[in-house]
Structure formats: C-alpha cells, structure tokens
C-alpha cells in the first residue's frame, strides 16, 4: 500500500515539473500586447524639470484645488498656518 503511494506520487512531481518548465517557457510569449513596453520610444518626464530639488508634489481634491489656483498661493496660506502652530522641534 504504501509503495503504490509513493511511486503515485513521484508521477505527479514529473508531471508538475514538466508542466512548470512548460509555462515558464512560454512566460514571455504570454504577455499582452499593452503590457509590451518599448523603452527605445520613452521620453523623458516633461516635468521633471519644474520641480526643484528637496520639493514635493501633493494632489489635492477637487474642492481645495477650486480654492488653491496656484503654487504660490498654496505656499502663502501654508506659511501662514505654520506661522500659528506651535514651533517644531
């Protein structure tokens, strides 16, 4: 009982390693076609270059964003705020 077992077994790790090389094989072969990225045709970020270093990008929701039209605006009111607070450490 116990031999029928294992030789059953051993069978299916060669059926399961044959089918494993198979699919990692083809892996490739199966990607999308709009997941097939083409580097050679990448252009560089277009905004890349208006953010200074040490900046950060925050999005803001729709409503905040009707109030706050520019950086520079934003910048003001923060400043403001921090003005206000308490000192940090």
């Not at 050679?40 to 929701?61: E, I, Q, T």
């Amino acid at each position: 009982m116990g031999c029928g077992q294992g030789a059953r077994r051993r069978g299916n790790e060669r059926i399961i390693k044959k089918v494993t090389r198979a699919r990692d094989s083809h892996a490739a072969d199966d990607l999308r076609s709009e997941y097939r990225f083409d580097y050679g045709k990448a252009k560089p970020n277009r905004f890349a270059a208006s953010y200074r270093a040490g900046s950060r990008v925050m999005v803001l929701d729709p409503d905040v964003a009707q109030a706050f039209t520019s950086a520079e605006v934003v910048n003001t009111v923060l400043r403001t705020l921090l003005e206000t607070m308490p000192q940090w450490p």
